[in-house]
């Protein structure tokens, strides 16, 4: 009577033992190599998350920049018919209140004046010189007059003020 050979599973040939070495390694390093491209794309989602929202920020904070620039004009024309109106125009109190309303809703939509007074540095990022003129009481290069005021949204220039600066002796 013969008998058959036993299987062991404890007993590897050394080759064996070398694949099967060789194959978790390679399990590992390819384990390793999707934790790592998993982390990056993770990353990089993250990224556009961020980028995204940034962006829809900046879009909610200028949305209304082209409606406000078109309200400038008024702000302008109003303040106007308020210097030239006398003190005793009945329609001056009701002028000034509808002016005051526009500046706070204007103001509570981020937008801010830019408006120099006689003296004050001039700013080439916020304001524009029209002329230069000899000012006496003005140190040389600041602000000698204020034609038109500016304006900022959101600390960004929606339209610079218009000024006279002294000149430079």
């Known amino acids: 009577m013969t008998t058959e050979p036993q299987f062991d599973p404890n ?20 384990i390793e190599q999707l ?3 998993f982390l990056l794309e993770r990353a990089d989602l993250d ?6 929202a940034r962006d829809i920020e900046v879009a909610r904070k200028f949305a209304n920049e082209r ?14 018919g308020l210097a ?24 509570n939509n981020g937008l801010t004046e830019v408006a120099p007074l006689a003296g004050d540095t001039f700013d080439p990022e916020k304001h524009q010189a029209m002329s230069l003129v000899e000012a006496p009481n003005v140190p040389p290069g ?8 500016g ?18 002796d």
Do not use: C, W
């Not at 390694?25 to 390819?30: D, G, I, S, T, Y």
């Not at 304006?151 to 430079?168: C, F, I, S």
């Open 47 to 52: 990224n556009q998350r961020k980028r995204l």
């Open 151 to 168: 304006y900022l949204l959101n600390e960004r220039l929606l339209r610079p003020a218009l000024v006279v600066v002294a000149k430079h």
């Open 11 to 30: 007993a590897q040939t050394a080759p064996e033992a070398d694949t099967q070495a060789d194959v978790i390694e390679a399990l590992k390093a390819e």
């Open 35 to 37: 934790r790592a491209q």
């Open 67 to 80: 409606l406000l620039a078109d309200l400038l004009p008024l702000f302008d024309s109003m303040e106007a």
């Open 84 to 107: 030239a109106a006398a003190e005793s125009d009945p329609l001056r109190e009701g002028l000034e209140l509808t002016l005051k309303q526009l500046h706070r809703i204007a103001e």
């Open 142 to 149: 600041a602000v000698a007059q204020l034609f038109q005021k």
